[in-house]
């Protein structure tokens, strides 16, 4: 049996998926003064994962293990073997799921371990994206959504959206778009971009939307729309930068710079200034 070559297996595990592989979740939705809006984020199924695995070490070479616990999380093991002595696996878990609870566990932990691997572990660098919902399709790449409000009926929202267009980072060789260098997603802070003379360094020039204030017990959250390169990205201010953001009183259609990173699995600012 050949021996398959760590890194190489380990960078093409990784590599970023074609976009007709990506799909789209709602996060949650909002309806104000622009109508129906829903945060959606990337995400990459079990078959495309599957595919991943046969097409980078053979369907042959691989194989995963399910366990249910007593409490019904699933474990899920994969393992891959390099070569006639060695094999690598690695595993994770996750709760039953709402929705079909058997498959829907099953394939989140099929997920989550081959995140373990890399595979579409690049997802967890974009941030999330507001999208417009419309009662009738706009592209033929919209995708349907309904979310039911569980206290108001008149809440909820259904229609149609427009996946939003992943940046050049997140595409394969060969996938790319053009695209302003200093319009790349609110995480281009890690992955250096040009940035004009009135940018400072190590931060991205955007549009400021809206801003909607939250009470929370350990103090304010503001949760911020910024416009960035056609999409409408979401970022919190939080502590200090809640007070900073409040001093500036932005209005819509404000040019501002910020830098930002992830906490707790949101993106948070670190810095603001006025641009212009």
Known sequence: METLDVKKVGKELAA?????????????????????????????SSRAIQNRFDNVVGWDRWENKIQQLPNGAFIQSISIRIGENQTITKCDGADPTNFEETKGGISSALKRTAVLFG?????????EVWVEVHEKRKTDRDIYTYHKDKKDQSKDVRGYFTPPTLPNWALPEGFGHEQSPSRNDLSSQKHHNQQSNTVPAGMVECIFKDMVEKQYDDGVVYEICFE???????????????EEIKKLQLKPEDRVAISSEEHRGQWVLNNVVKVG
């Open 16 to 44: 970023p998926f074609a976009p007709d592989e990506i799909e789209w979740r709602v996060s949650r939705v909002s309806v104000n003064s622009r109508g129906p809006q829903a945060i959606v984020v990337p995400y990459v």
């Open 228 to 242: 960035q390169g056609g999409q409408i990205c979401v970022i919190y201010a939080i502590g200090k930068m809640a």
């Open 119 to 127: 595979v579409g572990r690049y997802l967890y660098n974009l941030n």
